[in-house]
C-alpha cells in the first residue's frame, strides 16, 4: 500500500477544468484546449507522497526546467507556451505554472544512466545488466558507465512502482521509429546537460524525461526536465565509486524515513510520519543549491 498520505482537494480556479492531481504537480485544461500545469511544494519518498511539504520546492523545479528547455531547444522542443498566470489563478501559483501545448503523451519514463545508482546498480549486482544492456565486471555503486546507456521504464500510476524495461519491449509498446527516436533524444540531451552540469562540478548521474507528440507528430520534451526529482545530481568533487555519493536532491527526506528516529516501518502498510523541520529545512537548502550551482544565479 502506497500513495498519499493526505491526498489534496484540488483548488478550483474559473477558467480551468481541473484533470489530475500528480505526486507534485496539478494539471487544469484552459478554454484554449491548453495544459496548464502547477507545481506543487509536495515530495514523495518510497512510493508515498509525504504529508509535509519543502517550502520553494514547486517553484525551483520550474526554474530549473525552464533554465534548462532554454538549452536544450536546438536538440528537441518542449512543451511550454506561456508562464504568464491564468486569469483569477492565486497569487502563489507565480512561478510555479506553465501553460503548456496539450501533448499525446508517450507511456515511458526515458531513463539515461551515465553512472550506476539505484534500481540499476540493483540489477547490475544480480545479472550484469541493466534493462538488458550487458555491462563489464567490476563495476560499483556510484561507477561511471562506459558511456551513457537508455535505460526505459514503464510509467507508473500514483503510489506504485516504475518498472525497468528492455529496448525491444518500449518497440513493441509504441513501435520502432518511436522507441528509436526516444532513445535518441534521451541520450543526446543527457549528453548536453551532463556536459552543462560537469562544468559547473556536478556530475549528472542519471535522469528521465517524458516525450510526447505534437499534432504533427513531432517528439516534444514535456514534463519537467533535469530537477532534483528527476535526476540524480551528485558534487563532483566528493565522488568516490564504491559507496553511495552525497547528492542534491530528497536524501536527507529518505534518510529520516529510514532512520530510528521517524519511528516508521518501511515494510509496513502505514503511512510515512510528517517530517521534523530539520529535515525539511536541509532538503529545501540541497534544492536551492543545486538551483544556484546550476543556473549559476541566487535565489530569490
Known amino acids: 500500500m502506497s500513495g498519499f498520505v493526505e491526498k489534496p482537494e ?6 480551468l477544468v481541473h484533470l489530475h492531481t500528480g505526486k507534485v504537480r496539478e494539471l487544469y485544461q484552459n478554454a484554449a484546449g491548453e495544459l496548464v500545469m502547477v507545481a506543487s511544494d509536495r515530495i514523495s519518498a518510497y512510493d508515498w507522497v509525504l504529508p509535509t511539504e519543502i517550502p520553494d520546492k514547486g517553484r525551483v523545479l520550474t526554474q530549473l526546467s525552464l533554465w534548462w528547455f532554454d538549452r536544450l531547444t536546438d536538440l528537441v522542443p ?9 486569469a483569477g489563478a492565486p497569487a502563489d501559483w507565480a512561478g510555479r505554472t506553465l501553460v503548456c501545448k496539450s501533448l499525446q503523451m508517450i507511456p515511458v519514463e526515458c531513463v539515461a544512466r551515465g553512472y550506476l545508482a539505484g534500481s540499476g546498480l540493483a540489477e547490475y549486482e544480480q545479472s550484469r545488466t541493466v534493462c538488458g544492456i550487458g555491462l563489464p565486471e567490476g ?3 556510484g561507477s561511471e558507465l562506459p558511456g551513457p546507456i537508455f535505460t526505459p521504464a514503464t510509467k507508473a500510476a500514483v503510489g506504485d512502482h516504475d518498472e525497468n524495461v528492455s529496448y525491444e519491449e ?4 509504441v513501435g520502432v521509429e518511436t522507441a528509436a527516436l526516444l532513445r535518441q533524444a534521451t541520450l543526446a540531451v543527457y549528453g548536453r546537460a551532463r556536459d552543462i552540469a560537469r562544468e559547473r562540478g556536478i556530475i549528472l548521474a542519471d535522469t528521465k524525461f517524458e516525450f ?38 530528497k536524501q536527507y527526506v529518505r534518510d529520516w524515513l529510514t532512520s530510528p528516529a521517524s519511528g516508521w516501518d518501511r515494510r509496513s502498510e502505514q503511512p510515512p510520519p510528517a517530517l521534523p ?11 536551492l543549491e543545486a538551483y544556484e550551482l546550476l543556473t549559476g544565479t541566487p535565489w530569490s
Do not use: C, M
Request: no cysteine; aromatic share 8%.
Open 10 to 15: 484540488p483548488l478550483q480556479v474559473p477558467g
Open 78 to 86: 518542449n512543451h511550454v507556451l506561456s508562464t504568464e498566470l491564468p
Open 139 to 141: 563495476l560499483a555503486d
Open 170 to 173: 518500449v518497440a513493441r509498446q
Open 212 to 249: 510526447g507528440l505534437g499534432a504533427d507528430g513531432d517528439l516534444i520534451i514535456a514534463d519537467e526536465v533535469l530537477t532534483p526529482d528527476s535526476s540524480r545530481f551528485w558534487p563532483a568533487a566528493s565522488w568516490q565509486p564504491g559507496q553511495p555519493q552525497p547528492s542534491y536532491d
Open 277 to 287: 523541520q530539520e529535515v525539511v529545512d536541509a532538503t529545501r537548502a540541497k534544492y
